[in-house]
């Protein structure tokens, strides 16, 4: 199969996405789960403890400042299905406006940040990395208010994990997911014009909407 910016934005527009087995297999396979992981975006939860972090951690949030950086980050792993040729298409389609990075620094080290793809008022994630202790963690509450002030209706994790679920990420059927696809890819939202807000925004915000 061969890839392109433009396959690739069609997939997510119908609600699949490619995989690899590995980083060294060059075979790609597309996935249409048959139950969707989505973190409701009213519904994203800020623990104590990350709440704590985020207060105090110490950490510099910024976008698309080295999108390449956070994808390579998220490949590091013993385990990960971005091979060479998915690698390059998703920086195209960074390169294209369709693919954003939030990074989380520490002083001038990239500790940790996710990426993923935007169509319309969708948020596709695609995966996130940390090298320090919550940094992912701290990446997502970052993310999602970028996209709640952006006017993003729907925040796809593709898969639900544990990690996600203790966030407030929930699974939904293909059915389902497919519906809200649909509505949201056809509703403006912006990504990169949203400011960086303050940890004391970031949490004065969380309260108000829990």
Known sequence: MTLSPE?????????IFPMAEHR???EIFWV????????????????????????????T???DRDFEGVVDGCAERAETWINTEIREHYLDLHRLGHAHSLEVYEGDLLVGGVYGVVLGAAFFGESMFSRRRDASKVALAYLVDRLVQGGFR?????????HLASLGGIEITRAEYRRRLAEAIERPASFGDVP????????????QTS
């Not at 396959?7 to 609600?15: K, T």
């Not at 789960?33 to 704590?52: C, E, K, N, Q, V």
């Open 7 to 15: 396959l690739l934005l069609h997939a997510y527009s119908i609600g």
């Open 61 to 63: 949030i910024a976008v």
């Open 154 to 162: 729907l925040f796809d994790t593709q898969f639900l994990t544990a």
């Open 24 to 26: 060294d297999d060059p």
């Open 32 to 59: 249409d789960p048959r139950h969707r992981g989505i973190i409701p975006l009213d519904g994203f939860r800020i623990t104590r403890s990350l709440a704590r972090r985020i207060r105090n951690g110490g950490f």
């Open 196 to 207: 960086i807000p303050s940890a004391q925004e970031i949490m004065q915000r969380r309260t």
